[in-house]
């Protein structure tokens, strides 16, 4: 079974890189590629991307991947907004937010969302309180560490799962 791919009884789509798959996968389609590839729950990290099918050990490989592959550094944006005034709430919001629009969105959104920062309407927005995925580990394994952060961008340019 392949957890980290699925939301409880909801289902969240898997992207995968394999050209011999076309599109996004759900629920048991997860796993009867995983099973087709291979793969084990060892194959697959605790903590989802947001911004793709790659999995990982923890919240600072998956920030730090996002920030080597896709540009966003959580890091910066807890900069931008004020370090004084984020917190754990902020870091949920954002979360939420990718979870709700999906990887490729989530993607696309990157550029407006650093630009606008502290300004971001998704900071107000009380619905983003709520989990997305089930057992989240993004919510609530904070990075709080830039050393930690600097630790993961050098012990790992890609997660499990990933291109």
């Not at 896709?70 to 979360?95: C, K, M, N, P, Q």
Request: with cysteine.
């Amino acid at each position: 079974r392949i957890r980290s791919a699925m939301c409880g009884e909801s289902e969240r789509p898997l992207e995968t890189a394999d050209s011999d798959v076309e599109g996004s996968l759900f629920g048991s389609q997860v796993e009867a590629y995983a099973q087709e590839a291979n793969l084990s729950d060892e194959d697959f990290g605790e903590v989802l991307s947001p911004f793709g099918p790659e999995t990982f050990r923890s919240a600072a490989e998956c920030w730090a991947h996002a920030e080597t592959a896709h540009g966003f550094s959580l890091h910066e944006l807890r900069r931008t907004v004020g370090a004084d005034v984020w917190s754990d709430y902020h870091r949920i919001r954002l979360v939420n937010h990718f979870r709700r629009l999906g990887p490729n969105a989530a993607r696309e959104a990157i550029p407006e969302l650093l630009r606008s920062a502290a300004e971001s309407p998704i900071w107000e927005q009380d619905e983003l309180l709520m989990p997305v995925l089930e057992d989240d580990v993004l919510l609530f394994e904070a990075v709080e560490d830039d050393e930690e952060m600097v630790e993961a961008v050098g012990a790992t340019g890609k997660g499990k799962g990933g291109l």
